[in-house]
Structures are given as C-alpha cells and as structure tokens.
C-alpha cells in the first residue's frame, strides 16, 4: 500500500474514528495513512496526550478490521520469531534500529516530552512487542522504513478487501460515497 501524506482529520474521520475504535479518538495530530475505502486507518497522535500523559505511540492503528488481521498475527507467534532473527540477522538488527531512529524524529517533530525520550513503541530497537505499532508505522512512513512492519503488512494480504469497516450511516454527515 501506498503511503498518504499525513493530513488534518476532518469532522467526518474523527466520527469514522470514534466508531473505529467505540470511543472518542484522544491527542490526534493528523491521519497518517487512509485505507483504500478512504476511511482513516492509521492516526498521528501527539506525544502528550490532552489530560497530560505522555503517549508514546505515534502512529495508532484505527481500523477494527485491520488491527483484527494484526492480532491474528501476534496470536501465531509471529513477534517471538522476529525477536529471534533480530538477535541472529545483524542487518535487520540494524535496519530495525533505524526504524525506531526513524520513530523518534518523527515523534520529535510533534513535541518534545522527557518522560519518553529515546522510547519508540512496539518493542524498538531490540525487539518486537506490538506489530499494530509497527504495521503502523509502515503504512505511515510507507515502505522500507520499518522491515517487520513491512513483513508483518506483507503477511496481512488485503485485509482491507470486504469493504470500509465503517458503513457511510455509522458517521454522522457521511454522504454516500464519501469515505
């Protein structure tokens, strides 16, 4: 999947959103990266969250669809095998560590927070925790910035194929059509 340039959420992505994910979306800073449907399915959050926390992950999955895909990847097993080619396969290591380099920039450019400093997500740099995080990150920088995302996206297929996850009558002010 192509990336799309990061953009302001309109009214009608943070509804999409907040049906995505059955609540009010939190610290949003621009949608990241569309579905094919149009809907949003990867946010840019900001570094500190509204009521003061610090947030560490930049890019949030949204898409119930996409994050499901995702999950049956986690339950296989998939992050322990990564983790262990991480610590055997010196090129990916340092692929991967320049994932989490790519990570961080781009948290720095939303805002500086020291309570998180130098921590990506997902497990970067030395291992892999969470692939919704580097899934993520992947459909946000596009590909060849995060290898396991890029593996991890290559091994979901089109999971986005059956159609929006979010119908056009779930948001509120959705024309038909307008995803």
């Not at 999947?1 to 959103?17: G, H, I, K, N, Y």
């Not at 692939?131 to 993520?136: D, Q």
Request: with cysteine.
């Amino acid at each position: 999947m192509t990336p799309t340039r990061p953009e302001a959420p309109t009214q009608a992505d943070l509804d999409a959103v907040h049906v995505q994910l059955g609540r009010v979306p939190r610290g949003v800073a621009a949608v990241a990266h569309r579905c094919p449907c149009g809907r949003p399915d990867v946010l840019t959050t900001e570094p500190r969250l509204p009521d003061g926390t610090p947030f560490p992950t930049t890019f949030y999955a949204t898409c119930p669809k996409l994050t499901g895909a995702i999950s049956t990847l986690e339950n296989g097993g998939l992050m322990r095998e990564m983790t262990e080619r991480l610590a055997e396969d010196a090129d990916l290591a340092a692929r991967y560590a320049a994932a989490h380099d790519d990570y961080l920039r781009r948290r720095a450019e939303l805002g500086e927070v020291p309570e998180i400093d130098g921590i990506s997500a997902g497990g970067m740099p030395n291992r892999v925790k969470c692939l919704h995080v580097l899934v993520a990150h992947s459909l946000a920088a596009g590909p060849g910035v995060n290898p396991l995302g890029d593996e991890a996206l290559e091994l979901l297929g089109e999971w986005w194929a059956a159609g929006s996850c979010v119908p056009d009558d779930a948001v509120p002010g959705a024309t038909e059509g307008e995803q």
